[in-house]
């Protein structure tokens, strides 16, 4: 179990960025709910994705216009594969 209550203060080594590096590296499973969702802080993480096992996230109120464009791709060719997180994984990259 990490305890550490380290303040995020966009100082190097302490910014949201960071704390998400250093904790990503000890889960297995990844589920977040956002209100505003931004592909360019999800490319940043992306490496740090892959060793978790699922990754889940549901997204409130907004996403960028490049989040928009990727989902409408994907659905109209008919892509979403919500039964298999694996293969989704395996097919995709940083």
């Known amino acids: ?13 302490y910014t949201m960025l960071d704390r998400f590096k250093k904790t990503l590296k000890h889960v297995q499973y990844f589920d977040v709910l956002v209100g505003y969702f931004r592909t360019s802080g999800f490319h940043q993480l992306c490496e740090s994705f892959e060793s978790i096992d699922k990754i889940r996230i549901l997204v409130g109120l907004n996403v960028d216009r490049k989040s928009y464009e990727i989902i409408e791709s ?3 060719r008919g892509e979403f594969d919500f039964e298999s997180h694996s293969r989704t994984k395996n097919r995709q990259s940083c």
């Open 74 to 76: 994907v659905r109209s």
């Open 1 to 13: 179990m990490i305890t550490d209550t380290t303040f995020f203060t966009n100082e190097p080594g």
